[in-house]
């Protein structure tokens, strides 16, 4: 299984990304898919999970200014980002959890100036 995310870069604070993710391989049952991010010298956070049924779960510092959403049918999952502030600036990490699998991506980065 491999997951490719992108979407990250530099934006300016108060700007907006959207970052994807794509699931691939072989995969069976998916319980949920999220991002997650890594700040160098701290540990990973959660932002964001998103269930096979369309559940959500959110950060609490992050809900009012990111939505998760996914792809209907497919293995995909975006993260809308607005109202970014210099403190998220961090290593965003995608995320799959099922049947038998709990897979990471590589992450993309990005870096919110001030």
């Known amino acids: 299984v491999q997951l490719q995310a992108s979407g990250g870069g530099l934006v300016q604070a108060g700007g907006s990304l959207r970052l994807s993710c794509v699931a691939s391989g072989s995969i069976s049952s998916v319980d949920q898919m999220g991002w997650y991010r890594q700040i160098p010298g701290k540990q990973r956070e959660l932002v964001a999970t998103?269930?096979?049924?369309?559940?959500?779960n959110y950060a609490d510092s992050m809900k009012d200014r990111f939505t998760i959403s996914k792809e209907k049918g497919k293995n995909t999952v975006y993260l809308q980002m607005n109202g970014l502030k210099p403190e998220d600036t961090a290593n965003y990490y995608c995320r799959i959890v099922g049947y038998g699998m709990d897979y990471w991506g590589k992450g993309t980065q990005v870096t919110v100036s001030s």
């Open positions: 998103i269930t096979s049924a369309g559940g959500t």
